[in-house]
């Protein structure tokens, strides 16, 4: 499956811990990752904290859209696999 870009909401129960990023609106990833680096920033924790795991964490965000992930490939980020041919 192929969409024109990749999309991600914050669920809102997680809504407390991400101050500043909007809950439950599908927005662009590059958006919301922007959001959450800036938030983690502001809040005064370390500038390397944010290469050691990910932004957008699976349990508090939904996704649609972009790439489909390999099977078996759960822990990869999307950009590891080249796109699928038509």
Known sequence: MQTARREAR??????A????????EWRPVGE???????ARL?????????LQARLLDEQH???RGGWVRPAGHTDARMTDFPPPQP
């Open 61 to 63: 965000f939904e996704f």
């Open 32 to 38: 919301l990752l922007d959001c959450v680096a800036a």
């Open 42 to 50: 502001r809040s005064g924790r370390p500038s390397g904290e944010l």
């Open 10 to 15: 914050l669920r809102p129960e997680y809504a």
């Open 17 to 24: 811990l991400y101050a500043g990023v909007p809950a439950g």
